[in-house]
């Protein structure tokens, strides 16, 4: 901060000026002196503000008000002596882990002690003002702090941790600084109960973000708090991550999008000014590492951490903010890192000088200590006193987890579901079919005007779409935007809130689903069937997101995880586009139970197909999904066991379907509500298909007593085929159709595989059985070592048992996804067809 340069003139110095009335730093006339003091004090000492870009005077002159009123900053003698408690207890458990644990990596907080008695300021102050629940998102410096003494997770249970005992679930767990909590707590600022769940995050540090703040957005929703005044997301950053990794963008994009806002969002910054190794000087090229917030006129409170009352009023005034606007606001920790990225980590290979100063350094609480001892606020005796006594209370913790066996996954559940398993057998089998009337029902009123007395305009193209639909449902059928409609519409019925999001998924990427009427002639009108086919129905909400797939589909993913009784789907424009999302899948999505014990249904649907649009317009890159999973083709339950299809989706990490009829997309969406436990499902959504004249099915395949089919096997081929092809999706019917063209129903079999994963060995195998003397083909659209050729040729020969080998029909290695020339296209296409069809 640059100071005021004081005039050359000294009387002009005592000369009284009026203060403007949206100035606060004192009386309504001061002198100049007076004013340039006040100013210093306020502006250029430990705390810096940032707010004047904000575009709305009253945001500004609130905060001005708030900074700027004298004595505004002055803390009485119980709140000085609470908030030294909070950093005796923060610092102590720090040097407790290190002494006990010194070659353990801990992350520890050091150098930025003040971080957890901000985070209890901000909990007291909105808990005073009615706020029951927080979400807190975090990497790993200063987790396990946070997860003691403002989660007030037991330490028995972490302690267990550091001593190293197996879990006692199945699962491959994750490290300590990585877990989260849920807990419920009392806040003894405020005496009442108030829940706090810290997200498990992996060690993509900004990526728990939109994790968070969807969850966050779940809790809202469940609660009823449309005002985002009882559930408050608290998100907390390190300095070069903040400004370095564009998740952050994306994540705070979504502040005051209608369908994602949490209405405003706590941020702390711990700003230590290195990251890992590199200097800010190479770590960012804005001013502060703060910049990105200003893009949401989030005001931004740099404060110094080593002056703890400054810490504490700009928590409260940033908690305030939050309670009045309904907005985000950051709190810039400036601080330093007293040890490396990690405690056996030597900083000094890289900043040298920067250490030297940090190593002579004491720490803030020895500090603020000798401060609040100079003011008679605290005596040498209290002060040994109550550091003895925390000190003898982790003592105590250490000694109860030696006592323990193993560390309990379930203790560190982020979101646990109560009662949900509770009394069920996680292998009961229902179906997901629905009464007939209910289908016709949701039917009608998706192909249906809007009512008369809404004088709602149309476009022309909408009413030739729904007078098909119409049709359609007249002659018990559904194309797909039925199929959709009618799962959806289906499971409101019964109570089950559905939550879809994804780009252009109102209207849908290619033109079909058209969820969301436009009013032709008065702006910003919308009409949606499916928000009023019941009166008692659950909430339905469709929403268009941001040209963001990683923010949304993290956001998704964390709104999934909070309840089990929603059904939450996020589709990507393409499935190609889910590339910049695979941090996200593959560090949350797919692992998530196995690391941390959470279970999610969050529906993924990932357009995929070969229609010569190109690279990036054709392959959602099976392969990529195939591999997430763990299935294991060597390890094979019985294939006789009744429960075997029930047992392999619970047992497994993920579901992967390719389906190809609209019958059988209605019934996956519907199991995802019907299973008695909860998995990701990725399903490969077609293009092709979404209007192909046989991609229909009747209303006798979605009736009650129905049930998704994992396969669909060839009901018209002869059992003395040549050739037995299996495939899956879409280009079933170019090969049927191919089959047909040349007469060769008699030679060739054609299967499709509906669900790759968990794959259906049981179904498959009785295909085999049903064709012994057949050559075995697998045949795809996409290019060898892409696809599920490679996830395939190997569980078919596993079944095959060296009797034969299964061959491969497809296009060509290629270090592309597909073909941008149009003619190469249909040279591939035609050449696959030539390969499947030879016998």
């Known amino acids: 901060m640059m100071r005021c340069n004081i005039s050359d003139k000294p009387e002009r ?132 702090n946070t997860l003691v003494n403002v989660c007030r997770k037991p330490l028995h249970q972490l302690f267990a941790h550091f001593i190293g ?72 950053h390190g300095d070069s991550s903040f400004c370095g990794q564009g998740i952050v963008f994306e994540a705070i994009q979504l502040s005051d999008l209608p369908h994602f806002t949490t209405k405003g969002t706590m941020h702390f910054v711990i700003n230590n000014q290195v990251g890992f190794t590199t200097d800010p000087r190479f770590f960012r090229s804005s001013p502060m590492c703060t910049d ?43 601080c330093y890192r007293r040890s490396g990225h990690n405690e ?10 920067m250490y030297k100063i940090i190593r002579s350094k004491p720490n803030v609480l020895h500090d603020y200590t000798q401060k609040l001892i100079r003011e008679g606020v605290l005596t040498e005796d209290r002060e040994k006193k109550y550091t003895a006594e925390y000190d003898k209370i982790l003592e105590d913790g250490l000694t109860a987890s030696r006592k323990e066996t193993n560390v309990k996954l379930t203790d560190w559940l982020d979101s646990p579901w109560v009662g949900f398993f509770t009394g069920k057998d996680k292998y009961e089998v229902k179906s997901t ?36 639909r119409k049709e359609m449902v007249d002659k018990r059928i559904t194309d797909w935007s039925l199929g959709e409609a009618m799962a959806i519409g289906s499971l409101l019925h019964e109570g089950i809130h559905v939550q879809f999001s994804g780009q252009d998924v109102e209207r849908g990427t290619f033109s079909h689903r058209h969820h969301v009427l436009h009013h032709q002639e008065v702006d910003k009108v919308t009409f949606n069937p499916l928000k009023n086919l019941f009166p008692d129905q659950a909430q339905y909400s469709i929403c268009n997101s941001s040209l963001s797939e990683n923010a949304v589909l993290g956001f998704q993913l964390g709104y999934s995880t909070h309840n ?122 077609p293009k092709f298909l979404l209007r192909h004249p046989e991609a229909r099915s009747s209303f006798d395949e979605m009736v009650e007593g129905t049930f998704f089919k994992e396969i669909y096997p060839d009901n018209e081929a002869s059992s003395e085929v040549k050739k037995l092809i299996f495939c899956s999706g879409k280009i079933y019917y170019e090969l049927k159709e191919e089959r047909a063209k040349r007469n060769l129903l008699k030679d060739i079999a054609l299967v499709r595989i509906e669900q790759l994963c968990p794959f259906p060995y049981n179904l498959v195998q009785k295909e085999l059985d049903k064709y012994p003397n057949s050559q075995v083909v697998w045949a795809q659209e996409e290019h060898k070592f892409q696809g599920p050729w490679t996830f395939m040729e190997c569980r078919l020969n596993h079944l095959l048992k060296k009797t034969k080998e299964v061959s491969y029909v497809g296009r060509p290695v290629s270090a592309s996804t597909a073909a941008g020339s149009k003619n190469l296209h249909l040279r591939e296409n035609e050449n696959l067809m030539n390969d499947a069809m030879k016998l």
């Open 564 to 685: 089990p009784k929603c059904l939450v789907i996020w589709e990507a424009q393409f499935g190609d586009f889910a590339n910049t999302g695979q941090a996200m899948i593959d560090a949350f999505v797919t692992p998530g139970q196995t690391k941390w014990y959470r279970q999610a249904g969050l529906l993924m649907l990932l357009p995929h197909g070969f229609e010569g649009m190109g690279p990036e317009h054709s392959s959602a890159r099976i392969e990529r999904y195939l591999d997430l999973s763990d299935d294991d083709p060597d390890n094979i339950p019985p294939l006789e066991d009744p429960l075997f299809a029930i047992k392999q989706l619970h047992d497994l990490n993920i579901i992967l379907a390719n389906v190809t009829t609209p019958g059988n997309l209605f019934h996956i969406w519907r199991r995802q509500i019907y299973l008695n436990f909860r998995k990701p499902c990725i399903i490969f959504t």
């Open 165 to 236: 005992l197996e879990p006692a679930e199945v699962g491959a767990g994750d490290v300590k600084y990585h877990l989260g909590t849920s807990v419920k707590v009392m806040n003894r600022a405020n005496n009442k109960v108030i829940k706090i769940s810290m997200i498990a995050n992996a060690s993509h540090l900004e990526h728990v973000n939109p994790v968070c703040l969807g969850k966050c957005r779940a809790e809202q929703f469940f609660a009823g708090d449309r005002s985002g005044d009882l559930v408050i997301p608290l998100l907390i």
């Open 13 to 144: 110095m005592k000369e009284q000026f009026l203060i403007p009335h949206n100035t606060f730093i004192g009386p309504n006339r001061m002198t100049l002196n007076d004013i340039v003091r006040r100013c210093e004090e306020v502006y250029t000492d430990h705390i810096g503000a940032e707010y004047r870009y904000i575009n709305d005077s009253d945001k500004i002159k609130w905060i001005r008000q708030r900074l700027e009123t004298p004595g505004a900053q002055v803390l009485s003698r119980e709140k000085k002596i609470l908030l030294w408690e909070r950093l005796v207890r923060t610092t102590v458990f720090e040097a407790f882990l290190a002494r006990k644990w010194s070659s353990e990596k801990r992350f520890g907080i050091e150098g930025c002690e003040v971080l957890i008695p901000a985070i209890k300021q901000v909990i007291d102050e909105c808990t005073f003002h009615g706020a029951e629940s927080y979400v807190i998102g975090m990497s790993h410096r200063g987790r396990l």
């Open 433 to 468: 079919g629905v009464n007939e009337k209910i289908l016709k029902h949701i039917g009608l009123a998706f192909s249906a005007q809007p009512p008369p007395e809404l004088k709602f305009v149309v476009h022309k193209g909408i009413e030739r779409i729904l007078k098909q």
């Open 292 to 334: 990105v917030a200003r893009v949401v006129n989030a005001p931004i409170f740099h404060v110094n951490a080593d002056d703890p009352e400054a810490v504490y009023h700009v928590c409260k005034v940033a908690a305030d903010y939050r309670k009045t606007f309904k907005k985000c606001v950051v709190i810039d920790l400036v």
């Open 344 to 353: 056996i980590d030597e900083p000094s290979f890289t900043q040298p000088l």
